[in-house]
C-alpha cells in the first residue's frame, strides 16, 4: 500500500449507497449553497446519486469514462486540489523521520480524453530522498474525485532509482481509474482507490463521518475516517482522516496494522 497522503488516494459524490458484496453505490453531489461552510457545521445529510461506483470487493470492476462527465477543477470538500499549492506532512516510519510534500501543479495530462492534475509528490526520510511520484487526479460533475494512475520512482541512499513498481496509468495494461473520495461519503461505504492487477490494489472504506481529531497543525470536527488497505500488502492498515476548510483535506494518516507510521499535516503554501 503506498504510504503517501494525496496519491491513492480522490472525494466527491453526494450518496446514499445500497450496500452488499458486489453490489454498487449511488449518490449525487449537494448543491454548493447546501455544504457546510466550516468544520463547525454538522455532516452533511445524504441525497440522491447518479454516478455508480463498485463497491472495494467488487469482483467485476469495470468503469466506464466518459469525458464529459469530468470538470476542470477539483474542488471537493474533503478533498480539494489548488495549482500552486504545496501541502506538507510530517511524520515517522519506524525510527526515521518522514516528510512527504504534495505539490499541486499548474500542469495537466491527458489520460483517456480527460485533463487530469498532476501532483507532484515527494517523500523523505531522514533528509534522504525515498520517493519521488507524479499523480493524476480528476473530477466527475458529480463531485467524485478519481485517481488515474502515478508515475513513482523509489530512490536509494545514493539517489539511484531501485524501483518503479506500482506505476499505473488508466487505460493501459488493464489500468482502471479508482474513487479517491466523494462528496457526501456514508458509513459502510467502499470502493477501490485505484486498479491495475497485482500493482495497484488500494480500496478505501468510510468508517466514521462525524470524528474529532487534533493535530499540531488544527483542531477538527465532522471530519471523514476512513480505513484504507490493498490487496497486494494484506496484513497492512491505515487509517485516514478528511476534514473540511483546511485547504489539503487529509490532515492524518496513520498505520494500525502491518507497520509503524504515521503523519500529519504540518504545513500548507502557495507558489
Known sequence: MSKKVISSCAFLIAAIFL??????????????SQMP???????????????????????????TINPADFVSAIDNKYFTLKPGSVITYKGKKDNAV????????KDTKDILGIKTVVVKDTITE????????????AQDKNGTVWSFGEDMKEYDATGKVTNTIGSWEAGKSGALPGVVMTANPQLGDSWKQEYLKGIAEDRGEILGIDETIKTAY???????????????????????????????????????????EYSELASITQK
Do not use: L
Not at 450496500?19 to 454548493?32: E, M, N
Not at 445529510?45 to 470492476?61: R, T
Open 19 to 32: 450496500y452488499g458484496c458486489g453490489q454498487k453505490q449511488t449518490g449525487q453531489i449537494q448543491p454548493q
Open 37 to 63: 461552510k466550516n468544520q463547525n457545521q454538522q455532516p452533511p445529510i445524504a441525497a440522491a446519486q447518479s454516478v455508480a461506483i463498485p463497491k472495494a470487493d467488487a469482483s467485476d470492476y469495470n468503469i
Open 98 to 105: 518522514v516528510v512527504d510534500s504534495n505539490e499541486v501543479t
Open 126 to 137: 531522514n533528509d534522504k530522498i525515498t520517493e519521488i511520484s507524479y499523480d493524476w487526479f
Open 218 to 260: 488544527g483542531s477538527y470536527q465532522h471530519c471523514v475516517k476512513t480505513k484504507d488497505w490493498s490487496a497486494v500488502e494484506p496484513g497492512v492498515i491505515e487509517n485516514k482522516y478528511y476534514c473540511q476548510d483546511n485547504s489539503s483535506n487529509v490532515v492524518s494518516i496513520k498505520t494500525v496494522q502491518g507497520g509503524n
